[in-house]
């Protein structure tokens, strides 16, 4: 027997060595064995991982993500979803090797097997318990060191998973940010696209050692194949800190499954061109026409205004203009050339006023419950046509305002002056109106935030922001369609109650992007949500259902908008 079949065959026990042999040219062995054989000798670990995938024809791209993502020096951990088998442990090494040749990767101690590449490997035993302390020291000395090292926190292959009808790696092992907390390493994120043969994913749903017999058989049908890698960003130990030890490698494996996963399969709407503004002075004419009593908050050069639809026909046209620009920023909007709807007509409109530039920089619809359902009952409002309730939620939440089709304009989006405005305007509002009990209202989680950004977002407010009474009165009529509660979102969700964290997550996500301005400005406000809709005329936005109870508003966020409208004199 040659030296390649020695290193990849199968035990023989007396008597059955024509069983192992069965068993190898089976599952793939002996071919590997004879690929083997062809290894010029001396090469290094790196050369070696490149002839490998030659011999097979396997070769990978880079399809998110750049290589300037992976420190050059440092401990680093890099932790990788493990789709395929020994293909996984190949291409990242190629990958990888270039830019950090001190590269370590926590993979089957059977590999160690193969001299070429056993330096590479700090050896596991994935079927014996407490076999791999060993590994792990291994492990753990070379991040001390300043090392790199792969980690695939399944140890075994994905499988298909029944209870989430997918395929995805099998619950991760808690060691990779065990390893992270003790030697204060960086931790990279990479996912692997793809998946292994359906008769490979059958097995192991039956038994995860016969995953294992079909891994040398998978890594020959890869012939041909072209892996996709995505790569994250780095993550500082700091960051992985912030979160319970519980969910922190709940938060790794969400985010490897997040990367290169941003596209989000939603309706495209027809856009009309969007109608000419409306002249300067014809606004500011009617501005000045308002009665003094519509004016809630005056500051110098803004002016918060209320007005009955009648009362400011060109504004309104203007408002609806502008709805229109500021939502297809966010890919949200009707397709009109105005988003003005027939609800419009019957509400009031509160707005900010530019008094120099003499222009609109925001607004908000209201629809005042007791004023509007008298004579058509629930249907007079907005969000019966997202949500249906009857009147056993309006006696629930009393005398109420029903917000919405809230905008900025974009110059003024990344100015919270405009946002201040508005609610300060809602503040004198309340101070005049003091039958008021409740604001509620959808709050718009845009189609372009991802699948799982949007899952996320809606997992943690209805775990920890949501009102299970209110809820249980309240059907969205077009539910969420899209699995929304994967195994890596459902175990990382019970750490975010605090938007502010959930918000950072979000940004690692989103690129950057994290909780919607308006969400995070709700749940300051103590609201609670009652569900989530898809609205099809509406970009496909997904809406959360808010309602914030007057009483409860804390006192400072109170006094925040409060005061800033006090100097008024229009309370």
């Known amino acids: 027997?040659?030296?390649?079949?020695?290193?990849?065959?199968?035990?023989?026990?007396?008597?059955?060595?024509?069983?192992?042999?069965?068993?190898?040219?089976?599952?793939?062995?002996?071919?590997?064995?004879?690929?083997?054989?062809?290894?010029?000798?001396?090469?290094?670990?790196?050369?070696?991982?490149?002839?490998?995938?030659?011999?097979?024809?396997?070769?990978?791209?880079?399809?998110?993500?750049?290589?300037?993502?992976?420190?050059?020096?440092?401990?680093?951990?890099?932790?990788?979803?493990?789709?395929?088998?020994?293909?996984?442990?190949?291409?990242?090494?190629?990958?990888?090797?270039?830019?950090?040749?001190?590269?370590?990767?926590?993979?089957?101690?059977?590999?160690?097997?193969?001299?070429?590449?056993?330096?590479?490997?700090?050896?596991?035993?994935?079927?014996?318990?407490?076999?791999?302390?060993?590994?792990?020291?291994?492990?753990?000395?070379?991040?001390?060191?300043?090392?790199?090292?792969?980690?695939?926190?399944?140890?075994?292959?994905?499988?298909?998973?029944?209870?989430?009808?997918?395929?995805?790696?099998?619950?991760?092992?808690?060691?990779?940010?065990?390893?992270?907390?003790?030697?204060?390493?960086?931790?990279?994120?990479?996912?692997?696209?793809?998946?292994?043969?359906?008769?490979?994913?059958?097995?192991?749903?039956?038994?995860?050692?016969?995953?294992?017999?079909?891994?040398?058989?998978?890594?020959?049908?890869?012939?041909?194949d072209v892996v996709k890698l995505h790569v994250g960003e780095p993550i500082k130990a700091a960051e992985l800190e912030r979160l319970e030890s519980s969910t922190q490698t709940a938060y790794l494996r969400l985010l490897t499954y997040s990367l290169g996963g941003r596209s989000r399969l939603a309706p495209a709407t027809a856009q009309a061109p969007l109608a000419e503004p409306i002249d300067a002075a014809t606004l500011a004419a009617e501005v000045a026409a308002l009665p003094v009593e519509c004016k809630l908050v005056s500051q110098p050069n803004f002016s918060v205004f209320r007005a009955r639809a009648a009362q400011i026909p060109q504004l309104l046209l203007e408002i609806g203009r502008l709805r229109e620009l500021s939502f297809r920023q966010v890919q949200e909007g009707t397709g009109r050339a105005r988003d003005l709807d027939a609800f419009d007509a019957h509400y009031e409109h509160l707005f900010v006023w530019h008094e120099t530039q003499r222009e609109i920089i925001g607004a908000y619809r209201l629809g005042f419950t007791e004023a509007l359902t008298p004579r058509r009952g629930v249907a007079a409002l907005y969000t019966h046509t997202l949500f249906d309730y009857d009147e056993r939620l309006l006696r629930r939440i009393g005398p109420a305002i029903e917000l919405g089709r809230s905008f900025v304009r974009p110059e003024w989006q990344r100015n919270f002056r405009a946002l201040r405005l508005l609610w300060s305007g809602i503040a004198t509002l309340l101070d005049r109106e003091p039958q008021i009990r409740c604001l509620f209202g959808p709050v718009s989680i845009s189609p372009s935030y991802s699948a799982a950004g949007q899952a996320l977002i809606e997992a943690a407010l209805s775990a920890h922001h949501s009102d299970a009474e209110l809820a249980a009165l309240v059907r969205p009529r077009t539910p969420p369609q899209q699995p929304r509660a994967a195994e890596e979102t459902r175990n990382v969700v019970s750490a975010l109650a605090d938007p502010s964290l959930l918000s950072r997550v979000l940004a690692r996500l989103e690129r950057g992007v994290g909780l919607p301005v308006l969400v995070r400005h709700y749940v300051e406000l103590n609201g609670r949500f009652a569900g989530f809709n898809v609205d099809a005329d509406f970009g496909s936005t997904l809406d959360g259902l808010v309602f914030v109870r007057v009483a409860d508003i804390p006192p400072r966020v109170r006094d925040k908008f409060g005061s800033a409208a006090a100097g008024a004199g229009h309370r």
Not at 36 to 52: E, I, K, M
Not at 93 to 120: F, G, M, Q, Y
Request: net charge positive.
């Open 1 to 224: 027997m040659s030296e390649a079949d020695t290193l990849l065959s199968l035990p023989r026990p007396p008597g059955l060595g024509w069983l192992s042999a069965i068993a190898e040219r089976a599952t793939g062995l002996r071919r590997i064995a004879r690929l083997y054989r062809d290894t010029p000798s001396g090469l290094n670990p790196q050369a070696f991982v490149r002839f490998a995938l030659q011999k097979i024809d396997l070769s990978w791209v880079l399809a998110s993500g750049s290589p300037s993502q992976i420190p050059q020096s440092g401990p680093l951990i890099i932790v990788a979803n493990h789709p395929y088998g020994a293909a996984d442990g190949l291409v990242l090494a190629d990958l990888l090797l270039p830019r950090r040749p001190d590269l370590l990767l926590l993979a089957n101690t059977l590999l160690r097997r193969v001299p070429e590449i056993a330096p590479l490997i700090a050896p596991i035993d994935v079927f014996r318990r407490g076999a791999s302390a060993a590994g792990l020291r291994m492990a753990m000395r070379h991040l001390k060191d300043g090392g790199a090292l792969v980690v695939f926190p399944a140890g075994e292959v994905s499988r298909w998973d029944w209870r989430g009808q997918r395929i995805a790696d099998p619950p991760w092992a808690d060691s990779v940010a065990m390893l992270a907390r003790r030697s204060g390493a960086q931790i990279l994120p990479m996912r692997i696209g793809g998946h292994a043969a359906w008769g490979s994913l059958l097995a192991g749903a039956l038994h995860p050692r016969l995953r294992t017999a079909c891994l040398a058989r998978d890594l020959l049908r890869q012939r041909g």
